[in-house]
């Protein structure tokens, strides 16, 4: 076109409809609308009308659904963003911190979303992180990305590995390695959250990213809440989380409608005897063989009172007791994880547990009852249905339904539970984390993977981060998109 202005056009690059319409011989809407009553309009010229506003009208709907288009990956938005978040992956998995001193990572967190523009507390429950994103009146979401780290030593050989020891809370010099993929989570959460600052425009409401302390003690969601989280901050309508696996490849991702991890409780039992020469047992009560038969009688706890649908597990992970071969200890201390879904059946599991070791103390004449110790344990994560339904419909939209997979329950367990005891509907989905041709050799082979707290788990980095980014993206702006 020569002279003049050039035509204008859409931010996609085509026409605008004014233009489209003279280039037609027609008028634009506004004109056409208010002469229709005093005009003869040409059937020829409607059809011709009709035509040119079809594509419009489609385009019109792609806009309402656009979740199922802007957020494919790889999409130029989470382009945008990936060397960011991979920045600060590589740091957090270089630098990991125990659970309780993660001073360093809730720094690096807080800071990466004052930049962003959100409103950061810290040191809440701990060392927890709080930053709230207000984008009018609408839902409130919360992401949950976990702080911690774990005393495993990191033998998976990438250049960016961890070398870093520190001394526990016994003093113990211990390795730390991100083997539960904690620094995967924070950085796909602010991705997300970096995202949703830019897209102010497609969402309402209150956004709002915890990172949390303390998941692998299972005790900084407790710490947070009973700090205030859902009082001193906007209480969440959804409270929302991932976790990676080894069970799916990445770029896929799992979910699980209702109970998806379980109840966990540890128990110290501690057996009494009395001690004397290995040479003349007929002088003590060993303690030793009162442990051992102990432990044989636990197991008929699941196999014989607990109803076979009811999963249910009880590991006696340690036990110690004596100082040499030919001297009978005068006590044994067993260390158990408890494992359920439901809770009359971990109120019977550990009832049931303190039971046995009394009347097995009691058959060998020990010296005074066992002493059993609860020492710590949390809730299972429960995803609530309907919501968990909902986001796995729009993932499959926004990925492909060969993409999003229903998951079995696991028997692990995480604090994440503790949101949805203060009523909140949480859901928590399983983010693929394993390179899918390795994935694919070990399931031909019959071949493990290596999985969370594993010394040897190692994320397959970018399909990982940016599928992460792209489900809490569709699943939070399902949640509070301008519908």
């Excluded at 990936?82 to 720094?107: C, M």
């Excluded at 051992?292 to 699941?302: G, L, P």
């Excluded at 499959?396 to 509907?425: H, L, T």
């Excluded at 569709?474 to 949640?479: F, P, R, V, W």
């Amino acid at each position: 076109m020569r002279g003049g202005a050039s035509p204008r056009r859409t931010a996609g690059g085509r026409l605008s409809l004014r233009v489209r319409l003279r280039a037609a011989g027609l008028r634009s809407p506004g004109s056409l609308w208010s002469n229709a009553v005093t005009t003869n309009f040409h059937v020829k010229n409607m059809k011709r009308l009709l035509l040119l506003l079809l594509p419009l009208t489609a385009a019109s709907f792609s806009v309402t659904s656009w979740a199922a288009e802007a957020w494919r990956a790889p999409s130029t938005q989470i382009d945008s963003v990936y060397s960011q978040v991979e920045s600060l992956y590589l740091d957090l998995h270089r630098n990991p911190e125990l659970s309780y001193h993660e001073e360093k990572t809730a720094a690096k967190i807080a800071d990466q979303l004052r930049k962003l523009g959100y409103d950061v507390t810290t040191g809440f429950g701990g060392t927890g992180v709080v930053g709230v994103f207000k984008n009018g009146s609408g839902p409130v979401v919360m992401l949950r990305a976990e702080l911690d780290a774990l005393p495993v030593p990191e033998k998976t050989g990438l250049p960016y590995a961890s070398h870093v020891t520190t001394h526990d809370d016994r003093g113990v010099e211990v390795p730390v390695m991100h083997a539960c993929g904690h620094d995967l989570h924070m950085a796909i959460g602010i991705g997300t959250a970096a995202l949703l600052a830019q897209n102010k425009d497609r969402w309402h409401g209150t956004f709002i990213y915890v990172g949390q302390p303390a998941e692998e003690r299972i005790g900084g969601a407790k710490a947070m809440m009973k700090e205030g989280l859902f009082t001193r901050f906007p209480k969440p309508d959804f409270v929302f989380a991932v976790h990676d696996s080894n069970g799916l490849p990445a770029g896929k991702v799992g979910y699980t409608p209702g109970f998806s991890a379980s109840n966990a409780d540890s128990v110290n039992v501690t057996i009494y005897g009395v001690g004397g020469h290995g040479s003349a047992p007929q002088e003590t009560v060993d303690p030793i063989v009162i442990a051992a038969r102990t432990i044989v009688s636990w197991q008929t706890i699941v196999s014989r009172e607990i109803d076979p649908q009811d999963p249910a597990v009880i590991t006696v992970g340690t036990i110690h007791g004596g100082t040499k071969n030919n001297i009978i200890p005068d006590e044994v201390v067993m260390g158990l994880t408890v494992r359920s879904y439901n809770d009359e059946v971990r109120k019977h599991l550990l009832a049931s547990i303190e039971r046995i070791a009394v009347a097995e103390s009691a058959a060998a004449g020990a010296p005074k009852k066992p002493l059993v110790e609860h020492v710590e344990g949390v809730g299972a994560v429960y995803n609530d249905p309907p919501t968990t339904t909902r986001l796995a419909d729009r993932l499959k939209q926004v990925m492909g339904d060969s993409n999003v997979v229903i998951a079995r329950p696991i028997m692990a367990s995480d604090d994440f539970a503790e949101y949805r005891f203060a009523g909140v509907p949480s859901v928590m989905l399983e983010l693929g984390a394993v390179n899918p041709e390795k994935y694919a050799e070990a399931k031909k082979t019959g071949e493990a993977i290596p999985g969370p707290h594993s010394p040897y788990f190692a994320p397959d980095r970018e399909p990982s981060l940016k599928t992460g980014i792209e489900v809490e993206m569709a699943a939070i702006l399902e949640l509070m998109s301008k519908h």
